[in-house]
């Protein structure tokens, strides 16, 4: 069974950076898609971006293409997210997931992402 543990998060200034790690253990983690996801407070988890297997191709929420870069190292096991420029409105506990078919099926715990202004 897939654990799926992020971590990186903390408090920024707007116009700060942070990277966003994932470590998978269990399954094969160059086999699957893998991507990123968040949820502000009273509001729905949504997507902000996806990886392809070899890394080649990805996928960004309109609101942070040029400021955000999905990562992996297949043989680390790791996907990451460096997030440049950072607003306010990008705070939110920030998830890593795995794809299986057309669906992300499994999470980690979170790691929560403060922007102050």
């Known amino acids: 069974q897939v654990q799926l543990v992020e971590s990186g998060g903390g408090l920024v200034q707007a116009g700060g950076s942070l990277r966003l790690s994932c470590a998978a253990s269990?399954?094969?983690?160059?086999?699957?898609?893998m991507g990123w996801f968040r949820q502000a407070p009273g509001k729905e988890r949504e997507f902000v971006a996806d990886?392809?297997?070899?890394?080649?191709?990805?996928n960004y929420k309109d609101s942070v293409k040029g400021r955000f870069a999905i990562t992996r190292d297949n043989a680390k096991n790791t996907m990451y997210l460096q997030m440049n420029s950072l607003k306010p409105e990008d705070t939110a506990i920030y998830y890593c997931?795995?794809?299986?078919?057309?669906?992300?099926?499994?999470w980690g715990q979170g790691t929560q992402v403060t922007v102050s202004s």
């Open positions: 997931g795995r794809r299986t078919g057309n669906t992300f099926t499994s």
């Open positions: 269990g399954g094969t983690f160059s086999n699957y898609v």
């Open positions: 990886i392809s297997l070899s890394g080649l191709i990805t």
